[in-house]
Nanobody, 121 residues
């Protein structure tokens, strides 16, 4: 019903930057919260950043001042600009959105497939 396509991961040196994108498509009436989570090897998945329908944002303390979440409503896309990357940012990053499905008008949480970000020299 609803699909998410992520892009933008890769290998970057410490101090470098990457921009992740996540585009939503399908049977969507509206999009509520959009966010990014990450999961490092051997660790639990954690919230990185979230942006609400009205544009309010919140960030994990570990990324404040380095990462910026934004969205393009017309494109149904959420972005994560990551600057000042550190080795400890290495993880699989997952897009997460909550939508209202057009056919049922029910809320649905959707996860992306994940994109690997590796920070290493």
């Amino acid at each position: 019903q609803v699909q998410l396509v992520e892009s933008g991961g890769g290998l970057v040196q410490p101090g470098g930057s990457l921009r992740l994108s996540c585009a939503a498509s399908g049977n969507i009436f509206s999009i509520n919260n959009m966010g990014w989570y990450r999961q490092a090897p051997g660790k639990e998945r954690e919230l990185v950043a979230r942006i609400t329908e009205v544009g309010s944002t919140n960030y994990a303390d570990s990324v404040k001042g380095r990462f910026t979440i934004s969205k393009d409503n017309a494109k149904r896309t959420v972005y994560l600009q990551m600057n000042g990357l550190r080795p400890e940012d290495t993880a699989v990053y997952y897009c997460n959105i909550r939508v209202v499905v057009r056919s049922t008008y029910r809320s649905l949480e959707v996860w992306g497939q994940g994109t690997l970000v590796t920070v290493s020299s």
